[in-house]
């Protein structure tokens, strides 16, 4: 089945530092999308990405798919406390319905 | 974008019983899914709960033991059967009401003992 992985699965930064964390899936996407889940919390809906080589931004938020529509990466510069959480990436089949798979994850913690 | 709330929020239960847990959504949502998760581990999808017809199950899921409801457009149920401590974890719901993104109830947190 498909499978999607994120790295680093941990990632601990200064505050201010950058962050990216990298999907892959084992297939074709149709779509990516992209989840923050602070501890404690519930996956939020960051974004999707849909075309191939789409980069979007959210403030300090860079979302990419690439060009085989097989992986995708979250950059984060200027880290803030307020972006500590768990970041999945979850990808769409398209076969008919909108099911996801979900990636493995990334938690990033901040050293104030 | 939907607001979803789950009931209970947690349940401490003794194992060979059953819990149901239900997800209320604020607006109908075309599709409704069960996914489980483990403490710091990622969520897998339990199945999909299809209105007034049986429930999609994911590999590794079987309608026995994960039964799910879904009578109207805005309302489901996940029992979870004949509970073992593995089946200890955090039970989500979703409802997708866009092209596919998905909103998350605040989750379950089911311990058997």
């Known amino acids: 089945g498909q499978q999607v992985m994120q790295i680093p699965q941990y990632q601990h930064v200064q505050e201010g530092e950058d962050f990216t964390t990298y999907c892959n899936s084992s297939?074709?996407?149709?779509?990516i999308q992209w989840y923050k889940q602070r501890p404690g919390g519930h996956p939020v809906f960051l974004i999707q990405l849909v075309k191939s080589g789409e980069v979007k931004k959210q403030k300090r938020l860079t979302f990419q798919f690439g060009e085989a529509k097989k992986n995708s990466s979250l950059h984060i510069t200027a880290t803030q406390t307020t972006d500590v959480g768990t970041y999945f990436c979850?990808?769409?089949?398209?076969?008919?319905?909108?099911?996801?798979?979900f990636g493995t994850g990334t938690r990033l913690t901040i050293i104030p | 974008s939907a607001v979803i709330s789950q009931k209970p929020s947690r349940d401490i239960c003794q194992r060979g019983t059953s819990l149901t847990i239900q997800c209320q959504v604020d607006?109908?949502?075309?599709?409704m899914f069960w996914y489980r998760q483990q403490p710091g581990q990622s969520l897998t999808l339990i199945a999909t709960?299809?209105?007034?017809?049986?429930?999609?199950?994911e590999s590794g899921f079987v309608i026995d033991k994960f039964p799910i409801s879904r009578p109207n457009l805005t309302f489901s149920t996940l029992t979870v059967s004949n509970m073992s401590p593995e089946d200890s974890s955090i039970y989500l719901c979703?409802?997708?009401?866009?092209?596919?993104?998905?909103?998350f109830g605040p989750g379950t947190r089911l311990t058997v003992t």
């Open positions: 607006s109908q949502v075309t599709m």
């Open positions: 297939t074709t996407l149709s779509n």
């Open positions: 979850a990808g769409g089949n398209n076969f008919g319905n909108e099911k996801l798979t």
């Open positions: 979703s409802g997708g009401t866009g092209i596919y993104e998905q909103y």
């Open positions: 709960a299809n209105q007034g017809s049986e429930a999609t199950y």
